[in-house]
T-cell receptor
Framework: DAKTTQPTSMDCAEGRAANLPCNHSTISGNEYVYWYRQIHSQGPQYIIHGLKNNETNEMASLIITEDRKSSTLILPHATLRDTAVYYCIVRLNRMDSSYKLIFGSGTRLLVRP | GAGVSQSPSNKVTEKGKDVELRCDPISGHTALYWYRQRLGQGLEFLIYFQGNSAPDKSGLPSDRFSAERTGESVSTLTIQRTQQEDSAVYLC???????????????FGSGTRLTVV
């Protein structure tokens, strides 16, 4: 099963871009990269996912390197409410299509006023 | 409902007692997942339901843990003879069928905080 490596913690200033890196060097060709975040005392929230191409939605952008061994989640204008633990996850593919997500320890992002 | 609902939100129980945790997924979501999150740690997968059957129970930590789902809707996670190490937040998530999960991911509930004293 592919695993991910993320920094334990990061911080950024409010209004600036937050760039959260993730390494997934053992990812296989048909595995997607998912990002979730967990704000204190809440369940995780889906942010974005991608396979090969860069993706953007109303919450964030996802940049995946050409070799797919790493990716970066970009919050273009971080706000105090973006303070959370961010999880980078590679989705497992099984014959029974369970689509289980394996959460690592994530990156604790602190947005400073 | 509009989101995934879990009850109770908090549960304190004495060691050795049985507890039942309930999850009401989003209406129409055929896939349902239970995860456990110990204090300060990441999420541990427990079990996955597709409809009322559980093709993946690989994360259940012991035979004291069981789960069922009925009517392709409500799921109950039961912990028998609770131990202090069972103290954690138990999170439930649901998703649309496995084709549409590509676009929508999971929706999590807010969890049940279980404290075994």
């Amino acid at each position: 099963d592919a695993k991910t490596t993320q920094p334990t913690s990061m911080d950024c200033a409010e209004g600036r871009a937050a760039n959260l890196p993730c390494n997934h060097s053992t990812i296989s060709g048909n595995e997607y990269v998912y990002w979730y975040r967990q704000i204190h005392s809440q369940g995780p929230q889906y942010i974005i996912h991608g396979l090969k191409n860069n993706e953007t939605n109303e919450m964030a952008s996802l940049i995946i390197t050409e070799d797919r061994k790493s990716s970066t989640l970009i919050l273009p204008h971080a706000t105090l409410r973006d303070t959370a633990v961010y999880y980078c996850i590679v989705r497992l593919n099984r014959m029974d299509s369970s689509y289980k997500l394996i959460f690592g320890s994530g990156t604790r992002l602190l947005v400073r006023p | 409902g509009a989101g995934v609902s879990q009850s109770p939100s908090n549960k304190v129980t004495e060691k050795g007692k049985d507890v039942e945790l309930r999850c009401d997924p989003i209406s129409g979501h055929t896939a349902l997942y239970w995860y456990r999150q110990r204090l300060g740690q990441g999420l541990e997968f427990l079990i996955y339901f597709q409809g009322n059957s559980a093709p993946d129970k690989s994360g259940l930590p012991s035979d004291r843990f069981s789960a069922e789902r009925t009517g392709e809707s409500v799921s109950t996670l039961t912990i028998q003879r609770t131990q202090q190490e069972d103290s954690a937040v138990y999170l439930c998530a649901s998703s649309l069928n496995r084709q549409l999960i590509f676009n929508y991911g999971y929706t999590f509930g807010s969890g049940t905080r279980l404290t075994v004293v």
